[in-house]
């Protein structure tokens, strides 16, 4: 890839020093103690509001600058990722303040789609954004339309997708950019789980050697289910975590035959969070030098807290081994070491061919009709 994005210190650091070419940052709100560091490893800089713009637009002058801008108009089937929200804190709003700041900027940040899937809907939001800003779009050099569209997806239509940007920019004369995010490792991982126990209560309930709160967040963030396939056999059953958490359901499926312990079952579409663990890494790999220079005691013990988390979680995937939990010096990470047993994280392409999977593929329902805004 040519480019990278982030949104962290840590992240515009891995970006620039482990993968080089283009590094742009952007963050909702930049914090005083970490702005020089953090520019001194971008290539562009992105502000959430004029207000920041004006508080560290000065420190980035020989860098390209960009704003991010809120329209009002998205394509969200979740709200919680939606960033035209009701009081959504993401974006500048105010097209007077946006206009006041075009001398100190050459781009604008437009990140208004969540795995969107269609072309033409992206089109109709391109269409508002080019109409809503075509007195501003013609000073800038570049334009960020962020990630959210899913043209990763089978059959997506990716000739009309590019016809759809180059129009504009030849129209406009900007560089367009759009952000990858999980779209280059959908479909490609499972995540392999064993049946441990199984319960009745009103339904069938597999409990299995993991968690959803470890391994596929998203699921309890966005209220969705886990996939397998196929998902039309006679025997249902819930599949559950083994951590504390009530809700710790990865979904209800079914099978071709009655589960028992021991089974294998394969989670499909788990590599946003192996993802996201792994530049959890890097990010702490990047950042030990704030470890050995930092002066705040809490400071230190975030930071080995942090590392000591990843490790447990790298153990937790089998990709180390701990062989005495006495080697933990924290009593609470002894207790968690204690609680977890290690399920495996695995490409699709392996997994495909375990002769001991129960299934794979997408099982969850169709999601809701997106919301599409406009103000």
């Given at each position: 890839m040519d480019c990278r994005t982030s949104s962290s210190l840590n992240e515009v650091r891995l970006g620039k020093e482990k993968f080089g070419g283009e590094t742009h940052v952007y963050s909702v709100a930049y914090a005083d103690s970490e702005i020089d560091d953090v520019i001194s490893h971008a290539n562009k800089v992105i502000f959430n509001s004029v207000n920041q713009l004006e508080c560290f637009g000065a420190k980035a002058t020989h860098l390209p600058i960009g704003l991010r801008v809120n329209l009002g108009v998205s394509h969200s089937y979740f709200d919680l990722a939606d960033p035209a929200r009701p009081s959504s804190r993401l974006e500048e709003i105010d097209l007077?303040?946006?206009?006041?700041?075009?001398?100190r900027i050459s781009g604008f940040m437009l990140h208004c789609n969540c795995e969107?899937?269609?072309?033409?809907?992206?089109?109709?939001?391109?269409?508002?954004?080019?109409?809503?800003?075509?007195?501003?779009?013609?000073?800038?050099?570049w334009v960020s339309l962020g990630g959210g569209i899913a043209f990763t997806k089978d059959g997506y239509p990716i000739d009309q997708l590019a016809?759809?940007?180059?129009?504009?920019?030849?129209?406009?004369?900007?560089?367009?950019?759009?952000?990858?995010?999980?779209?280059?490792?959908?479909?490609?991982?499972?995540?392999?789980?064993?049946?441990?126990?199984?319960?009745?209560?009103?339904?069938?309930?597999?409990?299995?050697?993991?968690?959803?709160e470890a391994h596929m967040l998203d699921l309890l963030v966005y209220r969705e289910s886990a996939a397998i396939a196929p998902n039309s056999r006679p025997h249902s059953y819930f599949i559950a975590g083994k951590s504390?958490?009530?809700g710790d359901v990865f979904g209800e499926f079914s099978f071709a035959k009655p589960l028992v312990i021991g089974d294998r079952i394969s989670l499909l579409n788990a590599g946003s969070a192996f993802l996201n663990m792994s530049v959890l890494q890097a990010c702490l790999e990047?950042?030990?030098?704030?470890?050995?220079?930092?002066?705040?005691?809490?400071?230190?013990?975030d930071l080995r807290d942090a590392a000591l988390v990843w490790q447990l979680r790298r153990?937790?995937?089998?990709?180390?081994?701990?062989?005495?939990?006495?080697?933990?010096?924290?009593?609470?990470?002894?207790?968690?070491?204690?609680?977890?047993?290690?399920?495996?994280?695995?490409?699709?392409?392996?997994?495909?061919?375990?002769?001991?999977?129960?299934?794979?593929?997408?099982?969850?329902s169709e999601p809701p009709t997106p919301c599409l805004k406009s103000v």
């Open positions: 007077t303040r946006i206009e006041s700041v075009m001398d969107n899937g269609s072309v033409a809907a992206f089109s109709v939001l391109l269409d508002r954004i080019e109409i809503r800003l075509s007195g501003l779009l013609a000073w800038l050099d016809v759809r940007l180059r129009a504009c920019a030849d129209k406009f004369g900007v560089q367009i950019y759009l952000e990858l995010g999980d779209i280059v490792i959908i479909d490609t991982t499972a995540l392999e789980v064993s049946v441990l126990d199984i319960v009745e209560n009103s339904k069938a309930v597999a409990i299995v050697d993991s968690a959803v504390c958490l009530a990047t950042g030990a030098g704030l470890y050995r220079h930092s002066h705040s005691r809490r400071a230190r013990q153990w937790q995937r089998g990709i180390i081994s701990i062989s005495s939990p006495a080697s933990i010096s924290s009593m609470s990470m002894r207790a968690a070491v204690g609680a977890i047993s290690p399920p495996i994280l695995i490409p699709k392409s392996i997994s495909a061919n375990s002769p001991a999977r129960c299934g794979a593929g997408r099982t969850a």
